[in-house]
C-alpha cells in the first residue's frame, strides 16, 4: 500500500527492515544505545558489531528524539546510515508518550533529510516490548510522515518513507490508519 504526499511516496511493506535497500534504516532503540531485542536485534546483527562500538561513541539519546550513524555491514545492500529512534515505553498514555513517539519519528525524519537520504525505513516503534499499542502508534506515525513530506517548502531530499512491518497484525493496523489519514 502506498500513498503520495507532497513529492514524496508512503508505502506500507511487510517483512525484516534489514532487507530493504534504502538510504537510512531506523532501529527502535533504547536510551543508552546498549543494542537490544527485536528489530534493534536484527539491525545490530546484519550491521555488525562495528555499529555497537560507535553506538558507545555517543552517549546515548533522550527518549523521543534520534541519533545517527554509518551502516557499517549493512552498506553492502546500499544502506548508508543507520538512525537509532528512542520511542518511550508505553505507562499508559497519559505520561507524553505520544509527543515522544511523534518525536522519534520526527528527528528520524530531519536527521535522514539532513544527511541527503532519498529513502528512509521505518519500524513500528514502541509498539514492541515497549507495549505502545499499535493503533494508537500507527495514526500518530503516518501523520508524522505525512506531514514532513507534504511541508512547504519540501523537503529536497527526502522522497520515500517505508514503514517496515514485521508482522501481519501490525501491517493491516497501518493499512487502516494509512487509509484513514
Ligand atoms: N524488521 C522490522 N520490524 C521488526 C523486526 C525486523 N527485523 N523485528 C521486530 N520487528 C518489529 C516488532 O514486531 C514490533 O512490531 O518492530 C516493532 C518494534 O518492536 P521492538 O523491536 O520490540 O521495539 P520497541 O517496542 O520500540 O522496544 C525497544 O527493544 O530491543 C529493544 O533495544 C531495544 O530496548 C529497546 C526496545
Given amino acids: 500500500m502506498q500513498r503520495s504526499f507532497g513529492r514524496g511516496s508512503l508505502e506500507l511493506w511487510q517483512g ?10 531506523t532501529t527502535a532503540a533504547n536510551s543508552g544505545l546498549r543494542g537490544g531485542g527485536g528489530v534493534d536485534g536484527a539491525v545490530h546483527h546484519a550491521a555488525g558489531p562495528r555499529l555497537l562500538a560507535a ?8 527518549t523521543g528524539s534520534a541519533v545517527l550513524t554509518p551502516a557499517f555491514d549493512l552498506a553492502d545492500r546500499g544502506v548508508r546510515h543507520v538512525i537509532h529512534a528512542v520511542g518511550p515505553i508505553w505507562r499508559g498514555g497519559e505520561a507524553d508518550e505520544d509527543r515522544m513517539l511523534v518525536g522519534a519519528y520526527r528527528r528520524s525524519l530531519e536527521l535522514a533529510e539532513e544527511h541527503a537520504c532519498a529513502s ?7 509498539t514492541g516490548v515497549y507495549g505502545f499499542p499499535a493503533a494508537r502508534a500507527a495514526p500518530l506515525a503516518l501523520a508524522t510522515v ?11 531530499h527526502l ?5 517496515a ?6 501491517l493491516d493496523v497501518y493499512a487502516r490508519a494509512l487509509e484513514a489519514l
Avoid at 16 to 25: F, H, S
Wanted: charge should be positive; proline fraction near 9%; aromatic fraction near 8%.
Fill in 16 to 25: 525484516d527492515i534489514t532487507r530493504l535497500a534504502v538510504d537510512a534504516v
Fill in 55 to 62: 553506538c558507545r561513541g555517543l552517549g546515548g539519546c533522550r
Fill in 120 to 126: 528512509l525505513a521505518f519500524p513500528s516503534i514502541s
Fill in 146 to 156: 505525512r506531514d514532513f513530506l507534504a511541508a512547504e517548502p519540501a523537503p529536497a
Fill in 159 to 163: 522522497r520515500r518513507v517505508v514503514f
Fill in 165 to 170: 512491518l514485521f508482522d501481519r497484525p501490525t
